[in-house]
């Protein structure tokens, strides 16, 4: 399987997306978590996907996912308490 991104067809710089309604703990993804790939440029670009502050850019979620910091809320809202 040849991966690029679903938006541009760019080979590089690639990003899984979390699927919206997964409660990925931020250890371990499975394939079956991913909702698509897309390129960092189309990440950044989207009004719906974004990357985690605390997590970094290898993997993307849906911006519900994201709590007002950026953060990504299935792996740090355990952190902060
Ligand atoms: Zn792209
Ligand atoms: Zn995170």
Same mark, same amino acid.
Request: hydrophobic share 30%; aromatic share 8%.
């Given at each position: =399987?040849?991966?690029?991104?679903?938006? $541009?067809?760019?080979? !590089? !710089? %690639?990003?899984?997306?979390?699927? !919206?309604?997964?409660?990925?703990? /931020?250890?371990? %993804? *499975?394939? /079956? #978590?991913?909702? +698509?790939? =897309? $390129?960092? @440029?189309?990440?950044?670009? &989207?009004?719906?996907?974004?990357?985690? @502050?605390?997590?970094?850019? +290898?993997?993307?979620? *849906?911006? &519900? #996912?994201?709590? &007002?910091? /950026?953060? $990504?809320? #299935? +792996?740090?809202?355990?952190?902060?308490?």
């Amino acid at each position: =399987m040849i991966e690029k991104c679903n938006y $541009c067809g760019e080979l !590089e !710089e %690639l990003v899984p997306i979390i699927k !919206e309604n997964d409660k990925f703990d /931020g250890l371990k %993804l *499975h394939t /079956g #978590q991913i909702d +698509k790939t =897309m $390129c960092k @440029r189309c990440v950044d670009n &989207s009004f719906k996907y974004g990357f985690c @502050r605390g997590c970094g850019e +290898k993997l993307a979620y *849906h911006l &519900s #996912q994201l709590n &007002s910091a /950026g953060e $990504c809320l #299935q +792996k740090h809202a355990k952190e902060s308490l």
